[in-house]
Structure formats: C-alpha cells, structure tokens
C-alpha cells in the first residue's frame, strides 16, 4: 500500500515538474525576443557589432531620438492612433447595440438568421477574401484610412457580436422590464441598465479589437501600401530599410516605441478581459 502511495506521489512530482518545465520553456521563449528587442533598442551601432546578444554598458539614447528626428516616425505614430481609435470607437458604438438587439429578440426568425449571418464570418478563410477585398477597394475608392477602419469594422463584428450576444443573454430582463415601468425608454434601458452591467465584456472586446487593430500588418498592408504618408506602424517598420543597409538598433528601437502603448493598454485591462470571459460562463 504504501509503494503504491509512493509510485503515485512520485508520478505527481514527476507530472508537476513536467508542467513547470514547460510553462518556464514557454516563457522563455516569450521573453527571449523581448530582451533582444529591448538590449538592441538602447545600444550604439558599433556595441551591436561587438556583441548582439550582451546587455548594454549603458543606455544609448540617440536610436530614439533618430527614430523620431530622420523616420518621421510620429507622423506613422499618429496614423496608427487615429486608426485604432476610431475603428475600436465605431466597434464599441455598434456591436453592442446589434447584440443588444439579437439577445432580446432570438426567438424571432429574423434576428436569429442575423446572428447567423455574422456568425458565419468566423468561418471564412481571410485568405479567401483578399483577392476580392483588394479589388473592390480599388474600385470604391477605399485604399484609405477610412477603407481600412471599415474593413476593421467588418472583421471585427463577427467576435465582438459573439461575445456580447451571449453575454447580454444572461443578464435579467426583469431589470429593463422595471426601468420600462417607470418610464425609461428602450434605448434608455440598454443605456442605464444594460451597458453597465456588461462592462467587463465590453472592456474584453475593447482591448482584444485595440490590441489587433495596433499590431495589423495584412490589412494595412493591402490597403495602404500605395502612399507612404497614410502608413500604420506595421507598414512603417515592414518598410523599415535603405537600399543596401538596415540599421538594427534604430528599427528596433522603433520597435520597442510601438508595443509601450498597447503594453500598457493591456496591463491597466487584463483584470476586465479575465472577468469577461468568466464571468458570462457562471452569471445567473
């Protein structure tokens, strides 16, 4: 009995260290690129070229103040807030009213045949859309920045209504129900009522859409690679080179520059993503 207590304590262990073994090799791997990143970003050139993978003797300042003074780096900084901004601000502002709309009717027909609809674009390949997008934005005069917030809009749309669908389902209608008795409006309801109690699903939806929007390289690449001056920071640091040379310390430092702000975004968000996405799974 108690060899068998033994044998099954040890396969614990032997289990547990295997978990942790893997979960450290993931984070290593995770980090790794970071640490390079973050070392290359604050050497000088020739340091780099002693050696690429030691830490900096000191912090070189002069990558970022290049990024900012020869790149015109702010210029492509500011096309990826404007985009960002206004494309997750339009997200927010219709799909919660559009799954607002389809969770209190889903027993109708129509609306039913609507959730299906949008639904059904989770399943179509982007791959298989490219070719046509590419063509009708040329022909709709939509290789812009209003064509790429569009295009966002629309691939967003299918997740974000998902989410809230399911999400709205589960709070009370017995709560609009009253606020309608005293007098609250429909749209009032969902105002007052509804909007604050699925903040934490809408804060998910919020920072998952500002998260891929920031990062967007194939959009963005198909939509605005023709002019320079609407590029993203993706499109920016794709095109990132001279003609025979690369400056490493100075693309990386540009790199470093792009992912602070949604770094941070995620940070201050986190602690709503993980109650959004638990929370509809147990609410009553």
């Known amino acids: 009995m108690e060899?068998?207590?033994?044998?099954?304590?040890?396969k614990s262990v032997l289990f547990k260290v295997l978990v942790y073994g893997l979960l450290l090799a993931g984070l290593l791997l995770i980090l790794y690129p970071l640490y390079i990143t973050v070392i290359t970003a604050f050497k000088s050139p020739a340091e780099s070229t002693q050696n690429f993978f030691a830490f900096p003797k000191s912090l070189y300042l002069e990558n970022f103040?290049?990024?900012?003074?020869?790149?015109?780096?702010?210029?492509?900084?500011?096309?990826?807030?404007?985009?960002?901004?206004v494309s997750v601000?339009?997200?927010?502002?219709?799909?919660?009213?559009?799954?607002?709309a389809i969770s209190r009717n889903m027993k109708k027909k129509y609306f039913k045949f609507v959730y299906l609809y949008i639904l059904a674009g989770l399943f179509v390949p982007f791959q298989a859309l490219m070719v046509p997008l590419v063509n009708y934005t040329a022909a709709l005069n939509l290789n812009n920045q209003f064509g790429l917030i569009l295009l966002h809009?629309?691939?967003?749309?299918p997740q974000a209504v998902f989410l809230l669908v399911n999400y709205i389902r589960s709070v009370p209608q017995d709560?609009?129900?009253?606020?309608l008795i005293d007098g609250c409006t429909t749209f009032g309801a969902y105002w007052r009522i509804v909007l604050p109690l699925i903040s934490p699903m809408?804060?998910?939806?919020?920072?998952?859409?500002?998260m891929w929007i920031w990062n967007d390289f194939q959009l963005s690449l198909m939509i605005l690679n023709k002019s320079?001056?609407?590029?993203?920071?993706?499109?920016?640091?794709?095109?990132?080179?001279?003609?025979?040379?690369?400056?490493?310390?100075?693309?990386?430092?540009?790199?470093?520059?792009?992912?602070?702000?949604i770094i941070l975004v995620y940070i201050f968000a986190q602690r709503y993503i993980v109650d959004g996405l638990t929370q509809g799974a147990v609410k009553s």
């Open 3 to 10: 060899a068998a207590k033994k044998h099954i304590s040890m």
């Open 65 to 85: 103040k290049s990024v900012f003074k020869k790149a015109n780096y702010l210029r492509y900084f500011m096309n990826s807030i404007f985009v960002t901004v």
């Open 89 to 100: 601000a339009v997200i927010m502002l219709l799909t919660p009213m559009c799954a607002y």
């Open 153 to 157: 809009v629309t691939f967003a749309a």
């Open 175 to 179: 709560l609009e129900s009253a606020a």
């Open 202 to 210: 809408l804060v998910t939806v919020l920072v998952l859409n500002a």
């Open 228 to 261: 320079p001056d609407s590029w993203t920071l993706p499109l920016f640091q794709y095109n990132f080179k001279s003609q025979y040379t690369f400056d490493y310390n100075m693309a990386f430092a540009s790199y470093l520059v792009a992912i602070v702000p």
